[in-house]
């Protein structure tokens, strides 16, 4: 495993300016552009500094602006739109240079512990058959690094299903073709509070979703150019990403150069922890076949 300069959670975690202003570090994930995780993650944690200890988010709904410049720090403006007894809200603006390239609401509340249900249990091979199958067919024991949500590196992820040759990896039936599968956890051992569980299940939340769209024509990575136009994350139950976490993910339509995309991240047993939908830019290539 590669040692990194600094750890996820501290580079995710904001400074504070003045009142309601905040700075966040960046790093480049992807080329070009900023990681839309990265942002949501930090702008919830200058949300967080605002809001009572005992409240966490129980959904977020984001625009993205620009893509952003991996060379410049991000500052973070939380207007406070509600402060309830059991719910907060607020909203959001993350700027560089003084645009705006990001925005979101969030709504928070303090937990229920009461009656809980699932329609959707996923099926999935365990996270130790993922990686065993990924080496064999070539891949490193770090898991897959490109993308956004690997941070680099930090977090390592298995991809289930191949989503250039699906038949290259598990047996899948043609009704599951499209839905695309990754156990990814966060190899660290340092403890967490439940605000920093949540930016981290937030921070991987953008990962293979853009990628969706373009994999029902081509290749994501060589055929399409994708870019997260808006994102929203229910966040149902507290999940550890030190611990394995399921992100599957799928494509629902795709029309007028914009694709909308479903995801749902469960624990290792199978708990439902948050619920995704995300649209996309999905633009073809000039020179791609």
Known sequence: MTDFPRDLVDLLTVRKKEPEFYIGDVESYVPQRLYGGHLVAQGLCAAFETVDEDKLAHSIHANYHKMGDTALPVEYQVEILKNGRSFSSRMIFARQNGDLVFSMTISFKKRDLDEFFQSMTPTAPPAEVAIETFVSLGGTVDGATRGGASAGGRILVYPLTNIFKPEEMFDIDEERSRIFQSWMRLPSERSLTDRQKQMLLVFISDGPLPGCSA?????????????????????????????WVLFEASSIVTADGRGLNDGNLYSRDGKLLASIRQESLLRRLKNAV
């Open 215 to 243: 994999a029902v024509f081509g290749d994501p990575h060589t055929t399409h150019q994708t870019m997260s136009l808006d994102h929203s994350i229910w966040l149902h139950q507290l999940g550890d990403l030190r611990d």
